[in-house]
């Protein structure tokens, strides 16, 4: 059998169980990730055993460190996934919700009923708890789920996978609603995104190389890729408060997408700030890059080039960048941002609310880390990705993110004339 036959004949698997799973009642959902959550618990040295062997062959590949950190399970991460599962399931089934309804003069009753989305493929590269966490939501969501993940994590995602599995034959929900792809060939983005008939939607959460790879889907794809945030320091700001926002940015975990890549410091402030930021981040090994005016305040800074402003370094390195005002500042995340989370730490209420209505990314902060750009820390329990696009969803992807909608009409034998 081919790989393409094989991976088609799953699809349609995940297509027919979608519908039966689509009807699936919130108690048996719950039920299944309930289960879940059980036994990741009770697996976790299962799973540990297997994320050491992946970890052992991307070491010997030369894997950078940011890489190697982002697929790298813990029993703490473990726990994390576990509780981000029981998060979900106690949130509301959103399947079924009437969001809206009204009554037409000709006695029509219309209502707008959220409904699954379908059949939806997500396509992911290092991180593991991807693959958990997306299918608790596709499962509550009442979606079929087709998880295609890097080929780094591979034997830790098998075991995640099966794990899924389990748990929804254990509930009595459709197991072939959800299809892991056991391998990492490339030729199986190709298939996913040719097959407009089997896949409603693709989520790719990656870099380059997968933007590259699903150009021209004929698949509508809702795309998570680059991570471009920016943290500005406004002249009004309070420093302390901005030293704490901008070390968390940074250096809470940068190897994530909600990571800041770029600073920007008034230049008001900026030398009162510049020197407390980088002594701050020095323990961290924060390598700093900077524009000609930050290099004359911090002269061991190496100097920033065009090309670092628009870098998702997904890593301790930082470029910095003095301004001379709001604008400039508006000016410079709107040409070198990708839209996913951008901050301001100021004191001025007219310079925040400018921020706020000026700066077009998914999510703008005020006096906050960006790294809070995240569906468990927004209270969706987990998150399928963090959607840049601006159409259907943006931001975080929580369960809502992975429904749409119907309309059901109800009459008593009216005709259109």
């Not at 999510?363 to 601006?390: K, L, M, P, Q, W």
Request: glycine residues 8%.
């Amino acid at each position: 059998m081919s790989l393409e036959t094989d991976i088609i004949s799953n699809l349609t698997r995940v297509r027919t169980a979608a519908r039966e799973l689509g009807l699936c009642s919130s108690e048996v959902k719950n039920r299944a990730l309930a289960h879940l959550a059980s036994a990741l618990r009770s697996s976790g040295h299962e799973i540990l055993a297997a994320n050491a062997q992946d970890l052992e062959r991307a070491r010997a590949a030369g894997m950078r460190s940011a890489f190697i950190e982002r697929m790298t399970l813990n029993p703490a991460r473990i726990e994390a996934m576990a509780v981000s599962v029981e998060q979900v399931a106690a949130l509301p089934d959103p399947i079924g919700e009437v969001i809206a309804g009204w009554r037409r003069p000709n006695g029509l009753e219309i209502s707008q009923v959220r409904v699954p989305l379908g059949t939806i493929a997500i396509v992911y590269e290092s991180r593991p708890n991807v693959t958990v966490e997306a299918a608790a939501l596709a499962l509550k969501a009442g979606n079929g789920t087709i998880l295609r993940g890097g080929k780094e994590s591979l034997i830790t995602n098998r075991v995640l996978a099966g794990l899924i599995g389990e748990a929804m034959e254990h509930a009595g929900a459709p197991a072939d609603a959800l299809f892991f792809v056991p391998t990492p060939e490339r030729e199986v983005i190709a298939i996913l995104k040719r097959s407009p008939r089997l896949v409603d939607l693709i989520i790719p959460r990656g870099g380059a190389t997968l933007k590259e790879a699903l150009a021209g889907s004929e698949v509508p794809v809702l795309p998570h890729f680059d991570g471009i945030c920016h943290v500005y320091v406004d002249r009004s700001a309070d420093l302390a408060k901005a030293e704490e926002i901008c070390f968390n940015a940074k250096c809470s975990r940068p190897s994530v997408c909600n990571a800041m890549e770029n600073l920007l410091v008034h230049a008001a402030v900026a030398d009162t700030f510049l020197p407390q930021i980088a002594a701050r981040m020095a323990p961290h090994r924060v390598e700093l890059r900077g524009c000609p005016r930050t290099r004359a305040i911090l002269p061991y800074a190496n100097p920033a080039s065009e090309q670092d402003w628009d870098t998702e370094y997904l890593d301790l390195i930082l470029s910095i960048k003095v301004v001379d005002s709001l604008d400039e500042a508006i000016d410079f995340i709107g040409r070198h941002g990708s839209g996913l989370a951008d901050a301001i730490v100021t004191e001025d209420l007219a310079a925040a609310v400018r921020f706020e209505h000026e700066v077009d990314s998914a999510t703008v902060y005020v006096n906050a880390s960006t790294r809070f750009t995240d569906g468990f820390e927004f209270g969706f329990g987990a998150e399928t990705g963090i959607s840049t696009n601006r159409l259907h969803a943006r931001g975080p992807m929580g369960l809502r993110e992975l429904t749409t909608y119907k309309y059901v009409i109800r009459g008593s034998g009216q005709i259109r004339t």
